[in-house]
Structures are given as structure tokens and as C-alpha cells.
């Protein structure tokens, strides 16, 4: 059973944005952090921002900060990861995955539900 689910992967242009979206079905153990990560072809899964609970804090990685923004919608069970100023060294798979504890944890094994995952793909 699919507990949570990515969309809003696509195609764009450098320069260019996309919202994706993690929906949590409801089979989720609550609460949980949710975390975005992404995979390039050849490369390691890595993680890109994190949000916790109730909203209330954030985390980013470097290679994203100013750039991406994550934010929690509580009543659509809907997290959200707005991208700005794409470039071509963000296309990967993103995916979005909860981990039980506190905001701040960036490794993937503490994540303990995942989603399939969405293509992104920026063209240079």
C-alpha cells in the first residue's frame, strides 16, 4: 500500500521551477519529519530538505538553500518542495520519505517510509 506519494516532476529549463508534492495516505505512523532527498544517475542519494511536524522548522542542504522551499500543508496531509532557479545539476528522482524522529537528521536509513519518487529533469 502506497503511504506516501510523490508528483509535480517534470521537465523545465534551467532557470525555471517546479512544485513537487509528497501525499501522506494516512497510513503514516504521526508525527514524523518529512524529508526530500534525490538521486542523479551514478550518484549517491542525497538529502535535500526537511520539514518538521507542525511546520514550525526547516532544514536544507547547502547545495539548495535559497533556492528550494519546503512547507507543510496539515489539513491536505500534502508537503511541498517549491524549486527556483533549477539548474541542470538538479535533475535526479526526488523522492520523499518520513523519519519518526526530530528535524535535523539527514541520513536516509533514519527515514522509514519512502515514496516511488519523481523525475525532475532540467535542461541546460
Known amino acids: 500500500q502506497v503511504r506516501l506519494a510523490e508528483s509535480g516532476g517534470g521537465l523545465v529549463q534551467a532557470g525555471g521551477s517546479l512544485r513537487l508534492s509528497c501525499v501522506d495516505s494516512?497510513?503514516?505512523?504521526?508525527?514524523?519529519?518529512t524529508g526530500w532527498f534525490r538521486r542523479a544517475p551514478g550518484k549517491e542519494r542525497e538529502f535535500v530538505a526537511a520539514?518538521?511536524?507542525?511546520?514550525?522548522?526547516?532544514d536544507y542542504a547547502n547545495s539548495v538553500r535559497g533556492r528550494f522551499t519546503i512547507s507543510r500543508d496539515t489539513a491536505k496531509n500534502t508537503v511541498y518542495l517549491q524549486m527556483a532557479s533549477l539548474e541542470p545539476e538538479d535533475t535526479a528522482v526526488y523522492y520523499c520519505?518520513?523519519?519518526?524522529?526530530?528535524?535535523?537528521?539527514?541520513?536516509?536509513?533514519?527515514?522509514?517510509?519512502w515514496g516511488q519518487g519523481t523525475q525532475v529533469t532540467v535542461s541546460s
Open positions: 520519505a518520513a523519519n519518526p524522529t526530530r528535524i535535523g537528521v539527514r541520513t536516509p536509513r533514519y527515514y522509514n517510509v
Open positions: 520539514i518538521n511536524w507542525s511546520g514550525t522548522d526547516t
Open positions: 494516512g497510513r503514516v505512523v504521526r508525527p514524523y519529519t
